[in-house]
């Protein structure tokens, strides 16, 4: 099994729908974040979670949600999406102290298209 | 504001050795990460520098400069499953990543 593991993998929705996308880890990290990555773009930070009680914006936030239901689980939330959150969404995890290498784990990414 | 520079695409032979640039303007500086991507699927880490110098891995071996705001990443001997793109972030004062827009590397035989 894969050490973060993203559901669904490919999503199609329509204009003012509500999407939830779903992750979760066993690599055992606190900290856990959301990306969305666009062509010709870097990826671009949505939010993070270094424990179950804290949450932080991102560099994107506008239009996103999260939720981080235990250690192991963070999900992310369009409450009514729209045809410019057509992305590719990945979730990674982080251990080890803040100032050392603190690699990041990704999911295998979430492909949601909005019509 | 800030900014991670690297080209778009390279070209290189199989069994080559290739040297992708990356430059960076950012607040502060707690290390340069090289990442790698296959088409569709999720970047894993291959390297990081946080003092000047080389750091080699086998084949891989990455290179900072930080008076300089630079790194370059170098592949040697390339092999086809080298297709892929490079992405280079930088870890600012805050400690939060800037992300290069990646490199694309085709390898032909």
């Known amino acids: 099994d894969a050490d973060v593991t993203q559901t669904p993998r490919n999503r199609i929705t329509k204009t003012g729908k509500r999407i939830m996308l779903e992750c979760s880890q066993t690599?055992?990290?606190?900290?856990m974040y959301w990306y969305r990555q666009d062509p010709g773009l870097g990826l671009r930070l949505i939010y993070y979670s270094f424990d179950v009680k804290d949450i932080n914006k991102g560099e994107i936030s506008d239009g996103y949600s999260v939720s981080r239901q235990a250690q192991a689980k963070f999900s992310l939330s369009l409450e009514s999406a729209i045809p410019n959150q057509t992305a590719l969404y990945f979730c990674?995890?982080?251990?080890?102290?803040?100032?050392?290498?603190?690699?990041?784990?990704f999911g295998a990414g979430s492909r949601l298209t909005v019509l | 504001g800030q900014n991670i520079d690297q080209p778009t695409e390279m070209t290189a032979t199989e069994g080559a050795i290739v040297q992708i640039n990356c430059t960076y303007q950012t607040s502060g500086f707690n290390g340069l990460f090289w990442y790698q991507q296959h088409a569709g699927e999720a970047p894993t880490f291959l390297s990081y520098?946080?003092l000047d110098g080389l750091e080699e891995k086998g084949r891989f071996s990455s290179f900072l400069s930080r008076s300089k705001g630079y790194s370059y990443l170098l592949l040697k001997e390339l092999q086809m499953k080298d297709s892929a793109s490079y992405l280079c972030?930088?870890?600012?004062?805050?400690?939060?990543?800037?992300w290069g827009a990646g490199t694309k590397l085709i390898i032909k035989p």
């Open positions: 990674a995890t982080s251990g080890g102290t803040l100032s050392g290498a603190n690699v990041l784990t």
């Open positions: 972030a930088v870890r600012d004062s805050n400690y939060q990543l800037i």
């Open positions: 520098n946080v």
């Open positions: 690599k055992g990290h606190d900290r």
